[in-house]
């Protein structure tokens, strides 16, 4: 595609329940990267993936998350057990190598645990 | 810990003024240094990277390795310059970013 897609936009959960957000990079790229990015803050790295090969999962907060590109092309994050202080906005950003050129970022998908 | 720091949340300017957006960051290696920007209702972009040496939207930055600093700079402010700036570093050897908290410049007429 022509650029990075996250889907849904926008995410509503009741505490306790799990949800999957999903990521479809650009096409060829070979580096995956999730971050989480709280209200009034920068952008914190979750994982990382090259191909389908978690590299670097060293980010995520809690074993609730879990994040998979099992065919190294779309990839979803997800978060069990839903608490109010994983409310944030999920980026999704690809690279065609590893990131040294820069990243391409989604728009991001905005969870709200109520 | 390799941190990234923007002191000031909010830069308020008027149009035609000069802006500089400070970006200090930990010492760790030689990590390479980034400007991404987001404009409203837009996604993150990258706007500079200090291995390029370019001028993007006539902003400039310079990396000064003495006082671990990285400041994003521009002598005239545009009101569409209005936007959050973030000053990221990379980190381990596929270049993971570590994210100041950003400083939004907003430019008035």
């Known amino acids: 595609g022509a650029g990075v897609s996250q889907s849904p936009r926008y995410k509503v959960a009741k505490r306790g329940q799990d949800v999957a957000l999903r990521c479809d990079p650009i096409?060829?790229?070979?580096?995956l990267f999730w971050y989480q990015q709280a209200l009034g803050q920068g952008p914190e790295f979750l994982t990382y993936?090259?191909?389908?090969?978690?590299?670097?999962k060293s980010g995520l907060p809690s074993d609730r998350f879990f994040a998979e590109r099992p065919e190294g092309s779309v990839s979803t994050l997800k978060i069990q057990r839903t608490q109010q202080e994983d409310s944030a906005v999920y980026l999704c950003?690809?690279?065609?190598?590893?990131?040294?050129?820069?990243?391409?970022f989604g728009s991001g998908t905005r969870l709200t645990v109520v | 810990a390799q941190r990234v720091t923007q002191p000031e949340k909010l830069l308020s300017v008027f149009k035609g003024a000069p802006v500089e957006l400070k970006c200090n960051y930990s010492?760790?290696?030689?990590?390479?240094l980034f400007w991404y920007v987001q404009y409203s209702r837009q996604r993150l972009q990258l706007l500079l990277r200090?291995?390029s040496r370019e001028s993007i939207k006539g902003f400039t930055a310079d990396l000064n390795k003495g006082e671990t600093s990285f400041h994003l700079k521009k002598p005239f402010a545009q009101e569409e310059d209005s936007a959050m700036y973030y000053c990221?570093?990379?980190?381990?050897?596929?270049?993971?970013?570590?994210f100041g908290a950003g400083t939004r410049l907003a430019v008035h007429p």
């Open positions: 200090h291995i």
């Open positions: 950003a690809s690279s065609f190598r590893t990131g040294r050129d820069g990243y391409t």
């Open positions: 990221a570093r990379s980190a381990g050897g596929y270049n993971k970013l570590i």
């Open positions: 010492y760790s290696g030689s990590p390479e």
């Open positions: 096409s060829g790229h070979v580096s």
């Open positions: 993936f090259q191909n389908e090969a978690q590299l670097d």
